[in-house]
């Protein structure tokens, strides 16, 4: 198991017992409206909360502070989530990727990005969408 996973593993165990209580992020997902979670797959929507807690838990460890879950929803947002979806939807790309839903599409660049980062450490987003519709893009 690499580092990266042992580091965040507490963090999502801790938010896996939110049951009795609404998670921060959907909370914020609900009010800035960006997805309805209510229409996710319990996969997708458990895949996209712990996108943000790895986001978060990476913005707390970079910064040395604790930081709050709308700006680290926000940051995800505008850093994360926009980039690899503007370029994913670029018609070139999605012809390649075929049926997939948006956030399908994201949930799988993101995971191939996650993976290409340890072997190419400044990687960008577009590069991680074209690296992955030359060889997983169907």
Not at 4 to 16: E, G
Not at 27 to 35: A, G
Not at 96 to 108: A, N, Q, V
Not at 114 to 122: D, V
């Amino acid at each position: 198991m690499d580092q990266y996973v042992l580091d965040i593993l507490p963090v999502l165990l801790h938010n896996r017992g939110m049951n009795n209580e609404q998670n921060p992020i959907e909370q914020i997902l609900l009010e800035k409206n960006w997805f309805d979670l209510k229409t996710l797959k319990v996969h997708e929507r458990q895949s996209l909360l712990n996108h943000i807690e790895v986001h978060r838990y990476l913005l707390c460890k970079e910064a040395s502070a604790d930081i709050p879950w709308l700006d680290a929803v926000e940051s995800w947002f505008m850093e994360v989530w926009q980039p690899i979806s503007r370029i994913a939807e670029q018609p070139g790309y999605q012809k390649k990727f075929g049926d997939k839903t948006k956030l399908e599409l994201y949930l799988s660049i993101s995971e191939h990005w996650h993976y290409m980062k340890s072997a190419q450490p400044e990687m960008t987003a577009t590069e991680a969408v074209e690296h992955y519709s030359r060889f997983i893009g169907s």
